[in-house]
């Protein structure tokens, strides 16, 4: 049976009907779940942890490489079928959660023993919270080695883009400060069912083992970037005092002014260095 048909098959047998209000779009492509899993490079010392299994058609892949998987899912429908589906693998977990309110690294850290030494994450997102998952994977600082995900192509261009292009937004410091991000395929909307209204890429981010550059104060940093892009259309000095970094316009132009910085740049031309250099000049 081709993984089209075992899907329907699934979904008539335990009367599911895909809900959207949770980004259920099921992946029905077995190249395409073939691809992201050996981008993922799982070895038996593996763990993995997938964000929303959803019927299992990556997790059955997943559970046939890793040592072991982790599976978050809300859906109580998902999990029980999950349950029931993969309950004679030995490597199999399912947490019946949102994932925006589990404490990964605990389980992440509870996980690794001798055997399972390095944990990944790998998911088909659901769209809908595409970025609070992924500031969360970063921000958490999980003691992981990377993160495959499926998210919507827009999306995923916008997240591999460096500092300073044309897309640069505040989460785009986040990722460059922690991760090398890389687009690894695009995927067609005849990939799931049902089809999603938007395209789909597959973006990896490989977990730096040190933050790119060392930080003064990580909490200002990323506070000064987050004020930088709440107005984006206005240039960096009116951004941060507006935003109550600098106490006055001219405070502000003298700040750029000593860090040789044009006062009329827009946030997102700036590196990551030039953010550390603003931070250490305030705090
Ligand atoms: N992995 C499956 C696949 O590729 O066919 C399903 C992917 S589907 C795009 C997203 C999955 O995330 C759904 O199963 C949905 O129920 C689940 N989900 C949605 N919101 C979630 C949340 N906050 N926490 C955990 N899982 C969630």
């Known amino acids: 049976m081709n993984l089209y048909d075992e899907t329907k098959f699934i979904m008539k047998q335990n009367n599911i009907v895909a809900n959207k209000n949770l980004g259920q779009n099921f992946l029905i492509d077995e190249d395409i779940v073939n691809n992201i899993v050996s981008a993922a490079e799982l070895t038996q010392e593996d763990l993995v942890i997938e964000i929303g299994p959803g019927l299992g058609n990556l997790t059955k892949k997943l559970l046939e490489k890793a040592g072991k998987v982790i599976c978050i899912e809300l859906d109580l429908k998902m999990v ?48 809908y919270i595409t970025t609070p998952i992924i500031m969360k994977l970063l921000e958490d600082k999980l003691d992981i080695q990377s993160i495959i995900v499926m998210i919507q192509k827009e999306v995923a261009e916008r997240l591999a883009e460096r500092p300073g292009g044309k897309e640069s937004g ?108 603003i931070t250490k000049m305030i705090i």
Do not use: H
């Open 80 to 127: 029980k079928l999950l349950s029931n589906r993969f309950k004679l693998y030995k490597n199999f977990e399912i947490i019946n959660d949102d994932v925006l309110k589990v404490d990964l690294k605990k389980i992440i850290d509870e996980s690794k023993t001798d055997k399972i030494k390095n944990a990944k994450i790998v998911a088909n997102l659901p769209y």
């Open 170 to 277: 505040s989460i785009t410091y986040a990722i460059w400060y922690y991760t090398e991000p890389e687009i690894i395929l695009e995927v067609p909307n005849s990939s799931f069912i049902p089809e999603p209204k938007v395209q789909s890429a597959v973006i990896k981010f490989n977990i730096l083992s040190e933050p790119r550059i060392k930080l003064y104060n990580e909490t200002m940093f990323f506070k000064v970037i987050k004020a930088a892009f709440m107005q984006k259309r206005k240039t960096l000095v009116n951004a941060l005092t507006n935003a109550g970094i600098f106490k006055n316009r001219e405070e502000a132009i003298n700040c750029l002014g000593k860090l040789g910085i044009d006062e009329k740049i827009r946030g997102e031309k700036l590196t990551l260095e030039q953010y550390n250099e």
